[in-house]
């Protein structure tokens, strides 16, 4: 069983360990814009395919993990996960 993404490179099997971590609220900006114009797109869901919704044009889309890593220019953290466990109460 193998984990991670397998590479073939020359005959040869490689397997690298490189999952972008993506959260539910993030907003990411891909190279490529939608057709509307906008490249930021809201995380929705998470799992082997992600849900998207455009920000320019509200448009709900869902892209399989692979395509999307390769497509992503920037990840901004959301500010909720940003303040998670860094102000605790004692």
């Excluded at 995380?43 to 395509?67: A, E, F, Q, W, Y």
């Excluded at 890593?69 to 860094?86: H, L």
Aim: glycine share 8%; hydrophobic share 35%; charged share 30%.
């Amino acid at each position: 069983m193998l984990l991670g993404r397998a590479c073939f490179k020359a005959g040869k099997m490689e397997i690298s360990m490189n999952i972008i971590k993506i959260q539910p609220g993030d907003l990411l900006h891909l190279k490529k814009p939608h057709p509307c114009g906008c490249a930021d797109f809201l995380v929705m869901r998470v799992g082997s395919r992600v849900r998207l919704i455009c920000k320019g044009c509200g448009r709900d889309m869902t892209v399989d993990r692979m395509k999307l890593e390769k497509a992503i220019k920037t990840i901004t953290v959301s500010e909720q996960e940003q303040n998670t466990g860094k102000d605790i109460p004692e």
